[in-house]
C-alpha cells in the first residue's frame, strides 16, 4: 500500500476521440451510430427536396390514348413527370420542357394532334389515284382546322369537306361543300363578322366552294351561319341586341360620369333603356316632267311615209279607197304647239291625193324620274332613364348624419340627366330620378377559426416539411447524439478500482497510543496523513491518473 502512495503520477496525454469511442459501452455505440445517420438522412432529404425542380406544363387536355403513350415514352427516357389537378395535364421539369415537347413531336406525339399537307410528304410506292386524292382531301382540312384554330374564341375545331369527283361526261357537274364544327372557349362567342371570316376562308381556300355551301356549327349542335331565307320575317339578331347594350350602356356612363362628381362615388345608380328601329324601308317614287319644246327633247323613234300617184282626177273630192275607212293618223303638229282640225287636215289630204302623200309620224321620249330609296339608320325610337340618387351624408356634432336632397337639387340633377342623354320630348323619352336613402348591408363577420382559414392552411403546408424536418433533427440531436457526446468526455468507471480508492481513503491507520495534545496546541500530522492527503489532492485533480495506476496496481504490474 505504500509503494503505491510514493509512486510518481504523472498525467497522461488527453485521450483522441478513438480512445473515447471505446470506452462507450455497446448501447451508447449503437445511440451515437443511428442518430448520426438520421441526422445526415434529414440534411440529404432538405438538400434534395429543396432543390426540387420547378415543373411545367408539357400537354393538355389529352385524351386516354395520348396520355397514356406520352408517360410510356416519358418513362423511357427517364423524364419525371407529374399530372396536373384532374389528371387533364401533364408536368415535366421546366428546363426540359422544349426539349421533351420535341422529342416527342418526332415520334409522332400526341397522335390527336392536326396534321396538314405534311402527309403527303409520306407517299408510299404503289399509291393509287383514290389514295392521293384522300391525303389531300386529310391534308387541306387539317389546314383549314390550324387556321381557325388560331383564332382567339376558338379552343378546337374540325373541318369536313365533300368534294365531289369532277368528270367530263357529266352533264351537270356536283359543286363542294363543308362543314366546319367550332368549340368555343366558356363565355367566349362568334360575333356575325367572325363568323363570315370562317365561312369566306373555308370558301376561298377549296376551289368552286360557294360561301352558301358552307356550315358552321357550335359544340351543342346549334347552326352558326343559317342564313336567312327569302321572305321570312326579320327575327331577333344578336348583332342588333349587341348595338341595344352598347347604347344603353354609353348612356348609363354618360349619366354616371356627369353625377358622380357632384354626389360621389357609390351614391349613384343608373339605368337606360333604348328603343331602336331596326326596320328596313324601300321607298320609289315615279316623277313626270311637263312636256318640253321639240329642241330640248330626244326623239325615240321617227316614221316617214311617202306616196305618189301618177293618175290625176280633177272630178275627185275625196280620198277612195281603202284609206277612207281608216282612222285618222296621229298629228304631226309639234307637243306644244297648236294642232289642226279634223276637217282642215281632211281639205288637205283630198288636195293632195291626186298628186303626191306624205305622212310622217314622229314619237318622243316622256321626261320620267324614278327614286329609289332604302333606309336602315337603326335611329333610336325612345330613351327612358331611371336614376336614384342617395341621401347627403354630414358631420354634425362628431355624428354622420343623412340628409334628402332639396328639391331645386333634385330638379338640377333631373335637367342635367335630359341633356346628357339628349332628351326630346316630341320622341316620348323620360327621365325618372329619385331620391333615397341606399341600404348598406351589414358585413358578416367570418366566424371561421384561424386554423381553419385558407391562409393558415396554406402557410402551414408550407412550412409543414421545413419545420417538421427541423424538429426532427432537434429530436435526434438532443435524445441520440448530445447523450453520447456527453458520455465521451466522461471516464469509464471501474468499480474495483473505485472501490480500492475509497477503502485507501477510509482505512485509518493503526499507530500506538500518545498522549493528549494539550489544550489549544496544534495537532503534529504525521507522515502516513501527509501521504494520504496528497493522494486525496491527486485523486480529486487527476482522477483518471489515479484509476490507471488502481488499474496497473490490481493487475499486477506495479510491484
Known amino acids: 500500500m505504500s509503494a503505491v502512495v510514493e509512486a510518481p503520477l504523472n498525467s497522461p496525454a488527453s485521450p483522441t476521440w478513438l480512445q473515447r469511442l471505446s470506452t462507450l459501452d455497446r448501447a451508447q455505440r449503437m445511440r451515437l451510430g443511428v442518430g448520426v445517420v438520421l441526422l445526415v438522412a434529414a440534411a440529404i432529404a432538405a438538400v434534395v427536396l429543396g432543390r426540387q425542380p420547378d415543373y411545367r406544363v408539357l400537354f393538355s387536355n389529352l385524351s386516354d390514348k395520348d396520355g397514356g403513350a406520352i408517360v410510356a415514352q416519358l418513362s423511357q427516357m427517364n423524364v ?20 421533351v415537347r420535341l422529342r416527342l413531336a418526332s415520334q409522332g406525339l400526341p397522335k390527336g394532334s392536326v396534321s396538314g399537307f405534311e402527309l403527303m410528304e409520306a407517299n408510299r410506292f404503289g399509291m393509287t389515284q383514290f389514295q392521293e386524292r384522300l391525303n389531300f382531301q386529310r391534308g387541306l382540312e387539317g389546314e383549314l382546322t390550324r387556321s381557325i384554330q ?18 367530263g361526261f357529266f352533264r351537270e357537274q356536283q359543286k363542294p361543300s363543308a362543314s366546319v364544327l367550332v368549340s368555343l372557349y366558356p363565355g367566349r362567342v362568334l360575333d356575325r363578322a367572325q363568323l363570315a371570316g370562317i365561312v369566306h376562308l ?54 354616371m360620369e356627369i353625377l358622380e362628381p357632384v354626389v360621389g362615388r357609390n351614391n349613384v ?119 336614384v340618387v342617395n341621401y347627403q351624408s354630414s358631420e354634425e356634432k362628431g355624428k354622420t348624419v343623412t340628409k334628402a336632397l332639396t328639391p331645386e337639387q333634385v330638379e338640377q340633377m333631373t335637367a342635367l340627366v335630359r341633356e346628357t342623354i339628349g332628351y326630346n320630348k316630341e320622341r316620348g323619352d323620360s327621365v325618372n330620378l329619385m331620391n333615397a336613402p341606399f341600404q348598406v348591408e351589414a358585413q358578416q363577420a367570418d366566424n371561421t377559426p384561424l386554423w381553419k382559414q385558407p391562409e393558415t392552411v396554406a402557410l402551414a403546408r408550407s412550412l409543414a416539411w421545413p419545420v417538421g424536418m427541423s424538429l426532427f433533427a432537434a429530436l435526434v440531436l438532443l435524445g441520440l447524439v448530445r447523450p453520447a457526446l456527453k458520455a465521451l468526455g466522461q471516464p469509464k468507471e471501474i468499480p474495483m478500482a473505485g472501490a480500492q480508492l475509497n477503502a485507501l481513503e477510509a482505512e485509518t491507520p493503526q499507530r500506538p497510543a500518545l498522549p493528549a495534545p494539550k489544550q489549544g496546541e496544534p495537532v503534529p500530522a504525521t507522515p502516513e496523513e ?26 499486477g504490474d506495479i510491484s
Do not use: C
Open 150 to 167: 388560331a383564332l382567339s374564341s376558338v379552343q378546337s375545331a374540325r373541318v369536313h369537306l365533300a368534294l365531289p369527283n369532277q368528270n
Open 80 to 99: 419525371p413527370y407529374k399530372h396536373g389537378d384532374g389528371g387533364g395535364a401533364i408536368l415535366v421539369p421546366a428546363d426540359r420542357v422544349h426539349d
Open 530 to 555: 501527509l501521504r494520504l492527503e496528497e493522494a486525496r489532492v491527486l485523486a480529486r485533480q487527476n482522477p483518471m491518473a489515479v484509476a490507471n495506476i488502481v488499474k496497473n496496481w490490481v493487475n
Open 269 to 387: 345608380k343608373a339605368q337606360v333603356t333604348a328603343e331602336l328601329d331596326f326596320s328596313q324601308t324601300d321607298f320609289t317614287s315615279e316623277q313626270y316632267r311637263p312636256n318640253q319644246t321639240p329642241d330640248a327633247t330626244a326623239i325615240r323613234s321617227q316614221q316617214v311615209l311617202e306616196s305618189r300617184d301618177s293618175s290625176s282626177s280633177t272630178s275627185a273630192t275625196g280620198t277612195v279607197g281603202a284609206v277612207a275607212n281608216q282612222p285618222p293618223a296621229p298629228s304631226s303638229a309639234p307637243i306644244n304647239g297648236p294642232g289642226q282640225t279634223p276637217a282642215a287636215a281632211g281639205q288637205q289630204g283630198g288636195a293632195e291625193a291626186g298628186s303626191t302623200k306624205r305622212e310622217s309620224t314622229t314619237n318622243y321620249e316622256v321626261d320620267k324620274t324614278v327614286r329609289v330609296t332604302r333606309g336602315n339608320n337603326w335611329a333610336v325610337k325612345r330613351v327612358s332613364a331611371a336614376v
Open 202 to 255: 373555308v370558301a376561298s381556300s377549296v376551289p368552286e366552294l360557294a360561301p352558301s355551301a358552307v356550315s358552321v356549327l357550335d359544340d351543342s349542335g346549334k347552326l352558326l351561319s343559317q342564313s336567312p331565307e327569302p321572305g321570312a320575317g326579320n327575327g331577333v339578331d344578336a348583332q342588333q341586341l349587341q348595338y341595344v347594350q352598347q347604347i344603353e350602356q354609353q348612356y348609363t356612363r354618360r349619366i
